[in-house]
Structures are given as structure tokens and as C-alpha cells.
């Protein structure tokens, strides 16, 4: 009996080991034809319950992520944010609310719409609002200056409103939000955008699409828009001699997650650090946030990363295939696979790869895409026919080709794992 045991757990180590030979064979076969020739590429594909490296190409090498990024703002967020995210801290003295900002972006975002600090601050006479506690510039650094007026690059800022956007409709008439500027957008037959110094909007009158046009943000700006909605209440200070201290709370954590990582949000992806550091100290500092990681959850990745924004949108960032599978496998250990799988867009059917890596029939991939000029990467989470969850990370840099085509080479890399594995 011993010896028949013995004999089938051969068996059954030999085929799996021919079936990991077979793939490693097979995808390598891909990487070596003239496609890959003029790009750089690096693929990681590890079996997370059996332990074990399916393949690594370059998986060492560092790569310019872009919203692969967000994997790591994602892990940051789920470590260092409490389940509801701390809209303000604040203190009250009498018919006084003095609040301290923590970076919330919920704040009547578009999306969110959230009303926390409306609600609290009409019960009172005065609002004193604290926003100078932030470090981060407006801007990340590398970002690239011509987006100043496009949609997925609003400014960074200690107390953001309305997304820091300006959000534009156009149906039977045009809406304007917030208010505050809806006698201030100019009606052109240009397209739409700002000034690139000022807050002066303009709209296509025959455009269709809802729009959104990042604010620039300023003291004067988010008094003049609080006021709008609270006349004559509200005044900016830069000390108390109260100590806000109380905090309240908004949205629950995963709703904000779960929208930053399918449409991937680059100014939630920002906040979502300037918060996390808001847990730390009362100086918002997104940097602060960031080391807190390295030196702590994150002290033990093989390949330290130069990890520079939470969107991904500066070519700064530099991270390799091996230490996003590091995150993915620490958040698959640590989170339940219904919870961590509905933050990533699902291939063929959400998001960001609705249009892409769709199942057969059923969905295979939750993943995270990251997309800049020449440059696309996906990492996340893939599940063959056999049941089996592998994690991978597949990263395209510096190619000549089009996103279709890159896209299209991937996909035959994950439907061999898929259905061969």
C-alpha cells in the first residue's frame, strides 16, 4: 500500500512538473519571436498555494509602472485607514466648529457626493476651517505639465471639493457643478478647457459628453465655495487655539478602493495617501505615507521600489513584476478573495479591461492595468480552468507598437495559463 501511494504522488509531482516545463516552454517561445525585439518586457507569474515560481522574465528589472501604482496605494490604504474614511478632525467651542482637513476626497465628489462636513458645520454659527497642514505640492512630481486642464490630473489638495473639478453637463441645457461657477463658464465653439494660470473655463456648445475640468485650487477658491453654500459662516484660519481632535467619518473604505482601482482615479489615488498619512500626523504628507510602508509592511520586498506618486502618473515611479506579486500576495493572504477581487477591474466585463481579457465563458482576470505613451502593464489576480489562483505581473515598456497589439500578445500568455495549468 505504502509503495502505491509513493508511486501515484510520483506520478502526480511528474505531470505537474511537466505541466510548469510546458508552460515556461510555451510562453517563452512567445517572448522570443521578433515582436519582443525593440521593447522592454517583464513578466512574473507565481502559484500563490503551492509556493512556487511559474515563470520570470526580467522579473528583477525595474519598470515605469504607471497605474500599476495604484497597487501599492491600494495595499496603503487597506493598512494604514480605519473601515470608514476620516473626513476631518474637529473641536467645538460654543457656536464654533474648527476643522482640520485630512485630505477626503468625498467631499461633494461627482461620485461620492458626499455631505459629512456640510452636515456638522450648519449646526453651528462659524466654521473655521484649518488647510495649510498639507506638504504635498499640487502637482506630483514628473507629472506632466500640459494636463494642467484634463480630466484624470486634478490638483492635490488638503481639503478637496467637488473632486477639484469643475463638472460640466450638457443635456437640454448646460449644468454647471459646483454653482459657484456656473455664470463664469464660457460657452465657445471650442472643444472645452481652462486658462492655464486661472479658473477661467470654457465649453463646447455642442459638446455632448459630461465633462470634468480640474480647478485650481487656492485659499480664496475654497472660501469663496464654502461660502457659497454656507454664506457668511465660513472663514480659513491657520492656527486654533482648540485642538481639533474628534474625528468624523464619511464613506466606508472599500467604496473608495473599489472606484480609485476601476476607473483607475488618479486624484483618488493621491488623496487616498495624503490620507493614510493623516493617521500618522497632523501634517498631510503623501511622502510621509509612502516611507511609513517601506520601512514597515513592506521592509521586506526583494527590490526596494522608487515609488514617487499614488496615481502613477509621473515616469519617476520605477517598480519591478516581482514586487507587485510581493503586494498582491501579502493583500490575497491577509483579505478574503470575495473582498480583495471586487477592488480590481474584472477582464471582458468592468472598468479599465472591460474590453479586454474577457473568460470563456466566465471571467479570469482581476487585474490592475497601467498605461502611459509606450508603456502598458497589468498585474493581479488569474484563475485557470483547474480551479488554481496564480498572481502575476506582466509589464510593457518602451514599445513601438500599439496598445491593440501589446494587448493582444498578452492575451495569449493568459489564456495558455488559463486553460493549461
Known amino acids: 500500500m505504502l509503495k502505491r501511494v509513493l508511486v501515484i504522488f510520483i506520478l502526480t509531482t511528474s505531470i505537474a512538473g511537466c505541466k510548469v516545463v510546458n508552460l515556461s516552454n510555451n510562453i517563452d517561445k512567445i517572448m522570443t519571436t521578433p515582436f519582443f525585439?525593440?521593447?522592454?518586457?517583464?513578466?512574473?507569474?507565481?502559484?500563490?498555494?503551492?509556493?512556487?515560481?511559474?515563470?520570470?522574465?526580467?522579473?528583477?528589472?525595474?519598470?515605469?509602472?504607471?497605474?500599476?501604482t495604484k497597487i501599492f496605494t491600494l495595499f496603503t490604504g487597506l493598512e494604514m485607514l480605519p473601515?470608514?474614511?476620516?473626513?476631518?478632525?474637529?473641536?467645538?467651542?460654543?457656536?464654533?466648529?474648527?476643522?482640520?482637513?485630512?485630505?477626503?476626497?468625498?467631499?461633494?465628489?461627482?461620485?461620492?457626493?458626499?455631505?459629512?462636513?456640510?452636515?456638522?458645520?450648519?449646526?453651528?454659527?462659524?466654521?473655521?476651517?484649518?488647510?495649510?497642514?498639507?506638504?504635498?505640492?499640487?502637482?506630483?512630481?514628473?507629472?506632466?505639465?500640459?494636463?494642467?486642464?484634463?480630466?484624470?490630473?486634478?490638483?492635490?489638495?488638503a481639503f478637496p471639493m467637488y473632486g477639484n473639478v469643475v463638472a460640466v453637463q450638457n443635456e437640454?441645457?448646460?449644468?454647471?457643478?459646483?454653482?459657484?461657477?456656473?455664470?463664469?463658464?464660457?460657452?465657445?465653439?471650442?472643444?472645452?478647457?481652462?486658462?492655464?494660470?486661472?479658473?477661467?473655463?470654457?465649453?463646447?456648445?455642442?459638446?455632448?459628453?459630461?465633462?470634468?475640468?480640474?480647478?485650481?485650487?487656492?485659499?480664496?477658491?475654497?472660501?469663496?465655495?464654502?461660502?457659497?453654500?454656507?454664506?457668511?459662516?465660513?472663514?480659513?484660519?491657520?492656527?486654533?487655539?482648540?485642538?481639533?481632535?474628534?474625528?468624523?467619518y464619511s464613506i466606508p473604505k472599500d467604496s473608495l478602493f473599489k472606484r480609485m482601482m476601476e476607473v483607475?482615479?488618479?486624484?483618488?489615488?493621491?488623496?487616498?495617501?495624503?490620507?493614510?498619512?493623516?493617521?500618522?500626523?497632523d501634517t498631510l504628507s503623501s511622502a510621509k505615507a509612502r516611507n511609513y510602508l517601506l520601512e514597515n509592511q513592506l521592509k521586506d520586498l526583494q527590490q526596494k521600489p522608487r515609488?514617487?506618486?499614488?496615481?502613477?502618473?509621473?515616469?519617476?515611479?520605477?517598480?519591478?513584476?516581482?514586487?507587485?506579486?510581493?503586494?498582491?500576495?501579502?493583500?490575497?493572504?491577509?483579505?478574503?478573495?470575495?473582498?480583495?477581487?471586487?477592488?480590481?477591474?474584472?477582464?471582458?466585463?468592468?472598468?479599465?479591461l472591460k474590453k479586454w481579457f474577457s473568460g470563456n465563458p466566465k471571467p479570469y482576470i482581476h487585474a490592475k492595468s497601467g498605461t502611459l505613451g509606450n508603456n502598458y502593464n497589468l498585474s493581479g489576480y488569474l484563475i485557470t480552468k483547474s480551479g488554481k489562483i496564480l498572481i502575476f505581473s506582466y509589464m510593457n515598456n518602451h514599445f513601438m507598437h500599439s496598445n491593440a497589439d501589446v494587448k493582444s500578445k498578452m492575451q495569449t500568455v493568459f489564456e495558455e495559463l488559463r486553460d493549461n495549468y
Open 264 to 281: 483607475s482615479d488618479n486624484f483618488l489615488a493621491e488623496q487616498i495617501l495624503v490620507l493614510a498619512s493623516s493617521t500618522l500626523s
Open 37 to 68: 525585439e525593440n521593447q522592454f518586457t517583464g513578466i512574473y507569474i507565481y502559484d500563490v498555494k503551492a509556493d512556487k515560481v511559474l515563470y520570470n522574465y526580467n522579473a528583477d528589472k525595474y519598470f515605469t509602472p504607471a497605474s500599476n
Open 307 to 352: 515609488w514617487v506618486d499614488g496615481s502613477g502618473l509621473s515616469r519617476y515611479n520605477l517598480f519591478t513584476p516581482i514586487s507587485f506579486v510581493e503586494v498582491l500576495t501579502k493583500m490575497y493572504q491577509k483579505i478574503p478573495e470575495e473582498r480583495l477581487f471586487q477592488f480590481f477591474p474584472v477582464g471582458g466585463k468592468t472598468g479599465t
Open 172 to 248: 437640454d441645457s448646460i449644468n454647471v457643478t459646483p454653482y459657484y461657477f456656473a455664470d463664469k463658464l464660457k460657452i465657445t465653439d471650442k472643444s472645452y478647457g481652462r486658462k492655464e494660470f486661472s479658473n477661467s473655463f470654457y465649453f463646447g456648445r455642442n459638446r455632448k459628453r459630461d465633462t470634468e475640468i480640474p480647478m485650481i485650487i487656492s485659499d480664496s477658491l475654497l472660501l469663496n465655495l464654502w461660502n457659497d453654500i454656507l454664506p457668511n459662516k465660513v472663514s480659513l484660519i491657520h492656527k486654533s487655539t482648540l485642538k481639533p481632535s474628534t474625528i468624523a
Open 83 to 157: 473601515d470608514s474614511i476620516p473626513a476631518f478632525k474637529y473641536a467645538v467651542n460654543k457656536d464654533t466648529i474648527t476643522i482640520q482637513a485630512t485630505g477626503d476626497p468625498t467631499f461633494l465628489h461627482p461620485f461620492f457626493k458626499d455631505s459629512t462636513a456640510l452636515k456638522l458645520a450648519k449646526k453651528y454659527k462659524k466654521v473655521h476651517l484649518i488647510t495649510n497642514n498639507i506638504s504635498d505640492k499640487r502637482y506630483g512630481p514628473g507629472w506632466a505639465w500640459e494636463d494642467f486642464d484634463s480630466y484624470f490630473s486634478p490638483e492635490r489638495s
